[in-house]
């Protein structure tokens, strides 16, 4: 392997590993030689099991993204268990579809908690650690929809949109200080998460005629551009939106 791309002694903080993207993402480093701490909410050791059998460390911290006791001990709690962590990839997230008269304050509030407001204390928590440590690399995932409104999204379209503010904000104040803020863009991915948009007969073809690449991602999509952002080769790469969309963005 390029040694630029190499993660060996390195750990990797990860929410939201148990499936979908943050699972892909969180091989992808295992693969590139980080060690892991999964932040999860279930006891399901499946991940986990999968990252060990690779031969790096995996360790599981118990956190549900809304609760924001756990979230706040979670990072302190990885430090303590693995001596420093050198990335923080913030995957978890959760979707919910209503028309904007409809939709729920309790749908609100629940998006903007695990969407948003966790992101920002994970990002505190470990800034505080990485600048201490005079480096480190923090990956958001963002979404398309941080970039345009969605249909029947007003909360995930709110709080994608801050998560690509945020990155850019961090990225300007520790930039100088080694850690990289960025942030990955994923297009429409066929995981759990779009579910209701893949059974729609309609809405599925109609995203798909306007996908240029001809077909919806898949998690195993997204190794590639997280092996790079948490890794040395892209320690010039500061506050950036790095789409992998098939192309839907350009459209
Ligand atoms: N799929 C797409 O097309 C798409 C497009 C743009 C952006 N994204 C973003 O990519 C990220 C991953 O999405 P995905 O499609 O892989 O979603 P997914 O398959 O639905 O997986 C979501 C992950 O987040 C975790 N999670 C959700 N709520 C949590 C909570 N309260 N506490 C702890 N963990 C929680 C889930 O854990 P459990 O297993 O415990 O439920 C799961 O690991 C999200 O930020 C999403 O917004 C996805």
Redesign the pocket.
Known sequence: MNQAFNLQGKTAVI?????????AIALGLAESGADIVL????D?TSAQEQMRALGVRCEIVR????NLDEVKQAIPKAIEMMGSVEILVN?????RRAPAVEFTEQDWDDVIK??LKAVWVLCQQAGRHMLEKKGGKIIN?????TFQGGLYVPA?ASA?GAVGQLTKALANEWSSAGINVNAI??????????TALIEDPVRSRQILERIPAGRW?N?EDFKGAAIFLASDAANYVNGHLLAVDGGWLGR
């Open positions: 929410t939201g590993g148990t499936r979908g993207i943050g699972k932040l999860q909410r279930s399901d956190c549900d993204m809304e995957n978890a997230g959760i979707q695990v969407n995932i963002a979404s398309i929809a995930y994608k863009v994923p297009g429409y991915i066929a995981t759990e998460m779009n991602g998690p």
